[in-house]
């Protein structure tokens, strides 16, 4: 046996030791599956007290074997399941042993680790905040496989289950055995050994509550008249989450109905047939490789230069307290870090902290920190008009109003005061890095930080590296970034980097279906379809139609000097067209949408006078795959032209940062899902129907003639 072993202690008792061979973590895979029958075969020969099912690692265990459930296709589904069902049928056999068994969880416990804990009669962990529990598979496309969807329904209800299984919420020890998902909290490992101990030594003969005699679902049973109501509304909002776009949390929901109707082995080879046919299906596949391998690598440094040692920022500037600016502070004074947010008065800085202050309010009232932390937080922002006041920062980032002088400007006096090492960046959303640099005393120690808005709830920044940005400069803002807490992509500088670039497409496409005559509604509809988080005509009104017109002259005039003509694009007539009506946008009160302020926004009823014609309507699918398409396309260039140099970075950037469907896998993971060759022959066909933006570029026609995807 390679993953777990058994011994007997002086009490009588089996431990059954997880402990996979070669391998920091236990997995359940085809040797767990092997070794879980052996075990049990080899204890029907024994004489035992009771089981203690504890992990020989640092954390409890893993779950599934992510790599090689990402490789199952139709033709090895059936394997799989035998595989499932295998294992499912060993937890089985030791849950209606009749001896008590119980789950010593000393570290993280998620996914098949809980349902490892979950087939066990009382469940002990260790009081420490490494230890997480809970089903998380919901946010990979998968479902809880390993009976975690029969026994949680069973332990809970319907209804308590719900969230536990669709949403895929983890626990802390304390919050779990508030939920009951835990019998008791130890204060040290060999306490929960103890307590264990005591367990079994106290209980001769256990049932679960789901085998017993007169067991009734809590909450009733599906066909129960209040029961019965809830789920008739149930898939219905579901739906409005997953917009019909994510099939595991209806698997999920369908297998928890199903289930509760049947006996509890049926119970487990419906949730074992749902879990197949996720496993065997594209977005599963899609959020895995995204959410799990290329988010990991990213964490881990992948675009980081490698032989630069690691380093840490004690004390950051930031320019400008506006809405960028005051978020930022916020962002690094929260993780520890002392901020000097410096404006133009004193008054202007302190009201960007004010945006902290509210911030930390909140989370105090909502309980999720304490007055000390908010006090600590808060006493680290220290708000001010003195440029010298920046003597000692490791690191400066400018988020001053997006003026070329301007930043030049800030940039000259803030390195007056820098130390010789420091990194000095711009969040600028549109104005090229290597440009911005040449007002820099030191180039290669400038460069671009992209955060987005609002920044305490955006995962991503968009790390840009200008002509002459070194190795050194470019490692020490991954570091930062990671210690905020949030997901670096490296880019190389671009007019409009690379996600506002692809953001542009997809506004531009919105606005240009609404110019040919396309219902508004229809297209609004067809976004929140896709599984695009906003429509992009309301994502243009909160941009602003006035920005989205200032940034199109800005980069016409500069292309000019670089003696380039850009062509229109084919939503510019309809912005200009709503600017003269004077909608320019949200924070003007109306823009495609009006904004009554006493109810939801709604689409503008002029919208249809102005724009609609009834010979242009579209297929619902035409306008997906338009919008789908066209930021897809945008990347791929972004890929050729090297703006982008991995596809994870691709991938994450452009669902992390400018809303592209998580389904997909991420721009280009779509497109290799699409399949590549079929992606060209439906990208010429909408070329051909709207337009040459739909053209892709030279080297994807050759990677899809090679066979090899992104
Ligand atoms: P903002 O207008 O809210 O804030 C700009 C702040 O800069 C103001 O408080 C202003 O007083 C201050 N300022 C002006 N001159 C200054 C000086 N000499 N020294 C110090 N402070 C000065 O702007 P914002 O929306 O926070 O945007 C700031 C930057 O971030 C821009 O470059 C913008 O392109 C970029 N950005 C904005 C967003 C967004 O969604 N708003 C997203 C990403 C990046």
């Given at each position: 046996?390679?993953?777990?072993?058994?011994?007997q202690?002086q009490?009588?008792?089996?431990?059954?030791v997880?402990?996979?061979?070669?391998a920091?973590?236990n997995?359940?895979?085809?040797?767990?599956?092997?070794?879980?029958?052996q075990?049990?075969?080899q204890?029907?020969?024994m004489?035992y007290?009771?089981?203690?099912?504890?992990?020989?690692?640092?954390?409890?265990?893993?779950?599934?074997?992510?790599?090689?459930?990402?490789?199952v296709?139709?033709?090895?589904?059936q394997p799989?399941?035998?595989m499932?069902?295998?294992?499912?049928?060993?937890?089985?056999?030791?849950?209606?042993?009749?001896?008590p068994?119980?789950?010593c969880?000393?570290?993280a416990?998620?996914?098949?680790?809980?349902?490892?804990?979950?087939?066990?009669h009382?469940?002990?962990?260790?009081?420490?905040?490494?230890?997480?529990?809970?089903?998380?598979?919901?946010?990979?496309g998968?479902?809880?496989?390993?009976g975690?969807?029969a026994?949680t329904?069973?332990?809970?209800?319907?209804k308590?289950?719900?969230?536990?299984?669709?949403?895929?919420?983890?626990?802390?020890?304390?919050k779990?055995l508030?939920a009951?998902?835990?019998?008791?909290?130890?204060d040290t490992?060999?306490?929960?050994?103890?307590?264990a101990t005591?367990?079994i030594?106290?209980?001769?003969?256990?049932?679960?509550?789901?085998?017993?005699?007169?067991?009734?679902l809590?909450?009733?049973n599906?066909?129960?008249p209040k029961?019965?109501?809830?789920?008739?509304?149930?898939?219905?909002m579901?739906?409005?989450?997953?917009?019909?776009?994510?099939?595991?949390?209806?698997?999920?929901l369908?297998?928890m109905?199903?289930?509760?109707?049947?006996d509890?082995?049926t119970?487990c080879?419906?949730e074992?047939?749902y879990?197949?046919?996720?496993?065997?299906?594209?977005?599963a596949?899609?959020?895995?490789?995204?959410?799990?391998?290329?988010l990991?690598?990213?964490?881990?440094?992948?675009?980081?230069?490698?032989?630069?040692?690691a380093?840490?920022v004690?004390?950051?500037?930031?320019?400008g307290?506006?809405?960028?600016?005051?978020?930022?502070?916020?962002?690094a004074?929260?993780?520890?870090?002392?901020?000097v947010?410096?404006d133009?008065?004193?008054?202007?800085?302190?009201?960007?902290?004010?945006?902290?202050?509210?911030?930390?309010?909140?989370?105090?009232?909502?309980?999720r920190?304490?007055?000390?932390?908010?006090?600590?937080?808060?006493?680290r922002?220290?708000?001010?008009e003195?440029?010298?006041?920046?003597?000692?920062?490791?690191?400066?980032?400018e988020a001053?109003?997006?003026?070329?002088?301007l930043?030049?400007?800030v940039?000259?006096?803030?390195e007056?005061?820098?130390p010789?090492?420091?990194v000095?960046?711009?969040?600028?959303s549109t104005l090229p890095?290597?440009?911005?640099?040449?007002?820099?005393?030191?180039?290669?120690?400038?460069?671009?930080?992209?955060?987005?808005s609002?920044?305490?709830?955006?995962?991503l920044?968009?790390i840009?590296?200008g002509?002459?940005?070194?190795?050194?400069?470019?490692?020490r803002a991954?570091?930062?970034?990671?210690?905020?807490?949030?997901t670096?992509i490296?880019v190389?500088?671009?007019r409009?980097?690379?996600?506002?670039?692809v953001?542009g497409?997809?506004?531009?496409?919105?606005?240009?279906?609404?110019?040919?005559?396309?219902?508004?509604?229809?297209i609004?509809?067809?976004?929140?379809l896709c599984?695009?988080?906003?429509?992009?005509?309301?994502?243009?009104?909160?941009?602003?139609?006035?920005l989205?017109?200032?940034?199109?002259?800005?980069?016409?005039?500069?292309?000019a000097d670089e003696?380039?003509?850009?062509?229109?694009?084919?939503?510019?007539?309809?912005i200009?067209?709503m600017?003269?009506?004077?909608?320019?946008?949200?924070?003007a009160?109306?823009?495609?949408?009006?904004?009554?302020?006493e109810?939801?926004?709604?689409?503008w009823?002029?919208?249809?006078?102005?724009?609609?014609?009834?010979?242009?309507?579209?297929p619902?699918?035409?306008?997906?795959?338009?919008?789908?398409f066209i930021?897809?396309i945008e990347?791929?260039?972004?890929?050729?032209?090297?703006?982008?140099?991995?596809?994870r970075?691709?991938?994450?950037?452009?669902?992390?940062?400018?809303?592209?469907?998580a389904?997909t896998?991420?721009?280009?993971?779509?497109?290799?899902?699409y399949g590549l060759?079929?992606?060209?022959?439906?990208?010429?066909e909408?070329?051909?129907r709207?337009?040459?933006r739909?053209l892709?570029?030279?080297?994807?026609?050759?990677?899809?003639d090679?066979n090899?995807?992104y």
């Amino acid at each position: 046996m390679n993953s777990l072993r058994i011994e007997q202690d002086q009490n009588g008792i089996v431990h059954l030791v997880l402990d996979r061979q070669g391998a920091s973590a236990n997995l359940m895979d085809e040797q767990f599956a092997a070794d879980l029958a052996q075990v049990v075969a080899q204890l029907q020969q024994m004489t035992y007290c009771g089981i203690i099912v504890r992990s020989a690692k640092s954390t409890f265990f893993a779950g599934g074997d992510l790599g090689k459930i990402a490789e199952v296709t139709t033709e090895t589904g059936q394997p799989f399941f035998a595989m499932v069902e295998s294992i499912k049928a060993s937890m089985r056999a030791l849950e209606t042993g009749g001896k008590p068994v119980v789950a010593c969880i000393n570290g993280a416990a998620l996914g098949g680790g809980w349902e490892v804990a979950l087939a066990c009669h009382h469940r002990i962990a260790f009081k420490h905040k490494s230890v997480k529990v809970g089903l998380p598979e919901v946010t990979l496309g998968l479902l809880p496989g390993g009976g975690g969807i029969a026994r949680t329904v069973r332990l809970f209800g319907l209804k308590a289950a719900m969230p536990l299984l669709t949403e895929g919420k983890q626990f802390g020890v304390e919050k779990a055995l508030k939920a009951g998902l835990l019998h008791e909290l130890a204060d040290t490992e060999p306490a929960m050994l103890a307590q264990a101990t005591a367990f079994i030594q106290a209980n001769e003969q256990v049932t679960q509550p789901w085998d017993m005699k007169g067991y009734r679902l809590p909450g009733g049973n599906p066909g129960s008249p209040k029961m019965a109501q809830m789920l008739a509304v149930a898939p219905a909002m579901l739906k409005l989450q997953t917009k019909g776009v994510l099939p595991a949390p209806e698997a999920i929901l369908s297998a928890m109905v199903e289930g509760a109707q049947v006996d509890f082995d049926t119970a487990c080879r419906i949730e074992s047939r749902y879990f197949v046919s996720l496993v065997t299906g594209q977005v599963a596949k899609n959020l895995i490789n995204t959410f799990w391998f290329q988010l990991n690598d990213i964490k881990a440094g992948a675009s980081r230069p490698d032989g630069i040692a690691a380093t840490t920022v004690t004390k950051v500037g930031v320019l400008g307290a506006g809405m960028m600016g005051a978020g930022i502070a916020y962002a690094a004074a929260s993780r520890g870090i002392e901020v000097v947010l410096k404006d133009v008065s004193l008054d202007c800085a302190k009201k960007g902290k004010g945006y902290s202050e509210t911030l930390l309010a909140k989370q105090l009232q909502r309980g999720r920190i304490t007055a000390d932390q908010q006090r600590e937080i808060l006493a680290r922002i220290h708000p001010s008009e003195q440029v010298a006041d920046l003597g000692g920062c490791e690191l400066v980032i400018e988020a001053v109003f997006e003026q070329r002088q301007l930043k030049a400007r800030v940039t000259q006096e803030a390195e007056r005061h820098l130390p010789r090492e420091a990194v000095f960046a711009s969040n600028t959303s549109t104005l090229p890095i290597t440009g911005l640099a040449k007002a820099s005393e030191r180039p290669s120690q400038f460069i671009g930080l992209h955060f987005f808005s609002p920044v305490d709830k955006m995962p991503l920044v968009e790390i840009i590296c200008g002509e002459q940005t070194d190795s050194a400069t470019l490692a020490r803002a991954y570091d930062f970034v990671l210690q905020l807490g949030k997901t670096p992509i490296v880019v190389n500088d671009s007019r409009g980097f690379f996600t506002s670039r692809v953001f542009g497409t997809f506004t531009n496409e919105g606005i240009a279906m609404l110019g040919e005559g396309v219902s508004a509604a229809a297209i609004e509809n067809a976004a929140f379809l896709c599984g695009f988080p906003v429509g992009p005509l309301a994502v243009s009104d909160e941009v602003s139609l006035t920005l989205m017109e200032k940034i199109r002259n800005q980069t016409i005039a500069d292309l000019a000097d670089e003696g380039i003509i850009q062509p229109p694009k084919a939503g510019d007539a309809t912005i200009d067209r709503m600017i003269e009506l004077e909608r320019p946008g949200k924070l003007a009160g109306q823009g495609f949408y009006d904004y009554p302020p006493e109810s939801k926004k709604r689409l503008w009823s002029g919208l249809e006078a102005q724009f609609y014609r009834a010979e242009a309507q579209l297929p619902l699918t035409e306008i997906k795959d338009r919008l789908l398409f066209i930021m897809a396309i945008e990347t791929a260039r972004c890929y050729d032209e090297q703006v982008l140099t991995s596809s994870r970075d691709a991938n994450i950037g452009s669902i992390f940062g400018i809303g592209y469907p998580a389904w997909t896998g991420g721009a280009l993971q779509f497109i290799n899902q699409y399949g590549l060759g079929r992606f060209v022959a439906r990208a010429d066909e909408l070329a051909e129907r709207y337009g040459d933006r739909f053209l892709v570029p030279d080297s994807l026609r050759a990677r899809a003639d090679a066979n090899q995807q992104y």
